[in-house]
């Protein structure tokens, strides 16, 4: 059984950063591709960002990239979103998830954790 938990999210102002941890417990995290993924209110959830079972492979949503990096270590089965010169538009609970279907890229997660909240202020 695997079990996904997110931390890290706040209220901070335009421009500013901030680092989200998801913390994974349960078998073979290192094979799977893991992500980042965004419910603004009052909209569907989006994809912010995928990474490889071995973190070569990275990809970005077209509205974060060049802002935020996602990262992994499997050592320590943690997965990370580093969010840089936030906007007010990335407000939203994020959730990380994982795809035991593929270990390139996220397609089908059928792993969520439960979300953190992110707010940014204009």
């Known amino acids: 059984q695997v079990q996904l938990e997110e931390s890290g999210g706040g209220l901070v102002q335009a421009g500013a950063s901030l680092r989200l941890s998801c913390a994974a417990s349960g078998p073979a995290f290192s094979s799977y591709a893991m992500g980042w993924f965004r419910r603004a209110p009052g909209k569907e959830r989006e994809f912010v960002a995928s990474i490889s079972w071995d973190g070569d492979y990275t990809t970005y949503s077209d509205s974060v990239k060049g802002r935020f990096t996602i990262s992994r270590d499997n050592a320590e089965s943690m997965v990370y979103l580093q969010m840089n010169s936030l906007k007010p538009e990335d407000t939203g609970v994020y959730y990380c998830?994982?795809?035991?279907?593929?270990?390139?890229?996220?397609?089908?997660?059928?792993?969520w954790g439960q979300g953190t909240q992110v707010t940014v202020s204009s």
């Open positions: 998830a994982m795809d035991r279907q593929s270990g390139v890229l996220v397609q089908s997660p059928g792993d």
